[in-house]
T-cell receptor, first 114, second 110 residues
Framework: GESVGLHLPTLSVQEGDNSIINCAYSNSASDYFIWYKQESGKGPQFIIDIRSNMDKRQGQRVTVLLNKTVKHLSLQIAATQPGDSAVYFCAENDRTNSGYALNFGKGTSLLVTP | DVKVTQSSRYLVKRTGEKVFLECVQDMDHENMFWYRQDPGLGLRLIYFSYDVKMKEKGDIPEGYSVSREKKERFSLILESASTNQTSMYLC?????????FGPGTRLTVL
């Protein structure tokens, strides 16, 4: 999950296993959530998003779950592959207060081992 | 494909220098953003812009300014660089919520 401080939380999984990356948010007015993947030396890339009127959305090998009651977001990656090794960021938006500006979490490092 | 380009991948400057970081997007996006990224702190928003000549402060605007004279270009300016501004700087653009990022500029201030 997300944390404050200089060290990224790290999740280590074996190739082929499923990965779950968690994220907590604090703004109950947030109405849009997004996951980004950042590989070493690159800018973040969009993975999947979800609006607050949904609690689950699926993409190719990825699923995002939203629990508004406890303000929790998770990213599930099925059959994790070495190419999934990266830092993953969740971000949220409160459209009425912040326009389209995103508020990012601090990131989770996913390491996929053979 | 959306393309966001940043003028430099690596930059080394001295304390007190004026530094310009340039960002260009080719998708006619109205929204553009500048972030800095530091280990363990995630992406922190410095400034953003919703239109030409418009700018809004983000969470950490101190020590920075921006310029948006054309829709496709958003510049970040460090008026007098300091060592605590050594960081990775990321530019992004968007039409609505989904932001598209450039590759980043790693700035070192000596």
């Amino acid at each position: 999950g997300e944390s404050v401080g200089l060290h990224l939380p790290t999740l280590s999984v074996q190739e082929g296993d499923n990965s779950i990356i968690n994220c907590a948010y604090s703004n109950s007015a947030s109405d849009y959530f997004i996951w980004y993947k950042q590989e070493s030396g690159k800018g973040p890339q969009f993975i999947i998003d979800i609006r607050s009127n949904m609690d689950k959305r699926q993409g190719q090998r990825v699923t995002v779950l939203l629990n508004k009651t406890v303000k929790h977001l998770s990213l599930q990656i099925a059959a994790t592959q070495p190419g999934d090794s990266a830092v993953y960021f969740c971000a949220e938006n409160d459209r009425t207060n912040s326009g389209y500006a995103l508020n990012f979490g601090k990131g989770t490092s996913l390491l996929v081992t053979p | 494909d959306v393309k966001v380009t940043q003028s430099s991948r690596y930059l080394v400057k001295r304390t007190g220098e004026k530094v310009f970081l340039e960002c260009v997007q080719d998708m006619d996006h109205e929204n553009m953003f500048w972030y800095r990224q530091d280990p363990g702190l995630g992406l922190r928003l410095i400034y953003f812009s919703y239109d030409v000549k418009m700018k809004e402060k983000g969470d950490i605007p101190e020590g920075y300014s921006v310029s948006r004279e054309k829709k496709e270009r958003f510049s970040l300016i460090l008026e007098s660089a300091s060592t605590n501004q050594t960081s990775m700087y990321l530019c992004a653009s968007s039409f609505r919520h989904e932001q598209f990022f450039g590759p980043g500029t790693r700035l070192t201030v000596l």
